[in-house]
């Protein structure tokens, strides 16, 4: 086995009620001047109003930015980035799904970096560290609270773009369960099966580790235990913090492994037909895990095992292809269709098969080749 660095948040602060805390938080790192990064929905709720008066009982200056969009925009980057600056803001707290989250870590990185944001698309080429940034997810999903991307929607060309650099993980973050109460089963769902697809991914993907698998594990298995109760009982606070707890441990997976196939093809469908990213990513996953099977039978077994499947008397071949099966029970129990629901019709497969193997960072992570042969067949089989 290679030596490796495993990098991670410097603080996660995790219960229920923990964002009450939130101004004593970021006063503790020395912050005085934050800007607060979410979207209208959460500002106009109610859902930010605790994290707000923490701030205010800590005497923490903040502005609050709240037009992310689903998808975050660079010039969502930019307004948070004017504001900052009008704040003198020493810090930035990105409070919300991971749109707001990505769009926060982008804000920070531009106050120690120079403009334009196009040229830290790719792999650890942020030259300075950015200010400290402060992660309160409010769904179960993304795991951006502790991962080092930030993957932002550039306005100009209509694709998607992915910092990745470990400059962008989080100082600390703040993860509350009772955040997800009001999560809608729609939205639980989505999330939900992203941060499963974040765990399979990154235990079956080549850069797996000890350490990344130790997160894998304990994901899968508290999604497979959590996640059909939260969707079907959001007020279920334990169903609440499984999957916080969940999400959390996909994304410090990722941190050391990354994902793969299912995430490069997803993102095809998602730039073309604008389709939310855990619901793309449910419906590539279980063909891209039938694909994949063959090149980890061990891992894919223990998938299945943690997922409830029962193997007793299977060979591992066929115990492989259990996991699959689990997840796509998950998709239909939770909604989640095939990707022609999305738009995508037949004349799209060629088109995206060619782009989705172009993105030599995900595919090459895969533990199994797939050409733009295979990947048309995929394509067709989660049709």
């Keep these: 086995m290679k030596p490796?660095?495993?990098?991670?948040?410097?603080?996660?602060?995790?219960?229920?009620?923990?964002?009450?805390?939130?101004?004593?938080?970021?006063?503790?790192?020395g912050v005085k001047k934050v800007l607060v990064v979410t979207d209208k929905f959460l500002f106009e709720s109610g859902i930010l109003d605790g994290a707000l008066k923490s701030l205010d009982e800590a005497k923490i200056e903040y502005k609050v930015y709240s037009d992310v969009h689903p998808n975050p925009l660079k010039s969502n980057v930019l307004a948070c980035y004017e504001m900052m600056k009008e704040l003198g803001g020493e810090g930035v707290i990105g409070f919300g799904g991971g749109s707001s989250i990505d769009c926060a870590k982008s804000t920070a990185?531009?106050?120690?970096?120079?403009?334009?944001?196009?040229?830290?698309?790719g792999k650890d080429i942020v030259p300075n560290n950015t200010v400290p940034i402060f992660t309160v997810p409010t769904t179960a999903g993304t795991g951006s609270e502790v991962t080092s991307g930030s993957i932002i929607l550039f306005d100009d060309t209509g694709k998607k773009g992915g910092i990745l650099s470990k400059r962008l993980i989080a100082t600390c973050a703040v993860v509350d369960p009772e955040l997800l109460l009001t999560l809608p089963p729609g939205l639980t769902a989505a999330t939900g099966m992203d941060a499963l697809a974040h765990a399979i991914e990154a235990y079956t993907n080549i850069n797996a580790s000890l350490q990344s698998d130790m997160w894998c594990r304990q994901a899968i298995t508290l999604i497979g235990k959590h996640l059909r109760r939260a969707y079907f009982k959001g007020d279920d606070i334990d169903a609440r913090r499984g999957m916080s707890l969940a999400a959390t441990s996909a994304g410090m997976a990722l941190l050391g492994a990354g994902c793969a196939g299912s995430h490069a093809m997803a993102y095809s469908i998602e730039n073309k037909y604008h389709t939310m990213h855990g619901r793309a990513n449910a419906s590539m996953l279980p063909a891209v895990m039938r694909f994949n099977a063959p090149a980890a039978l061990d891992k894919y077994a223990e998938i299945a095992v943690m997922l409830g499947e029962n193997i007793c008397g299977l060979s591992k071949h066929e115990a492989a292809y259990k996991a699959s099966?689990?997840?796509?029970?998950?998709?239909?129990?939770?909604?989640?269709?095939?990707?022609?629901?999305?738009?995508?019709?037949?004349?799209?497969?060629?088109p995206f098969a060619q782009e989705c193997c172009a993105?030599?960072?995900?595919?090459?992570?895969?533990?199994?080749?797939?050409?733009?042969?295979?990947?048309?067949?995929?394509y067709k089989e989660a049709f």
């Design 109 to 121: 990185l531009l106050m120690t970096n120079p403009l334009p944001l196009e040229q830290y698309v």
């Design 325 to 350: 099966e689990a997840v796509q029970k998950f998709c239909d129990d939770l909604g989640m269709p095939g990707i022609r629901a999305y738009g995508v019709t037949e004349e799209d497969f060629e």
């Design 359 to 378: 993105n030599a960072r995900l595919m090459g992570q895969n533990p199994r080749k797939i050409t733009p042969e295979d990947a048309v067949k995929i």
């Design 4 to 29: 490796y660095r495993y990098p991670q948040v410097k603080n996660i602060y995790f219960g229920d009620g923990v964002v009450k805390t939130l101004g004593t938080i970021v006063a503790t790192e």
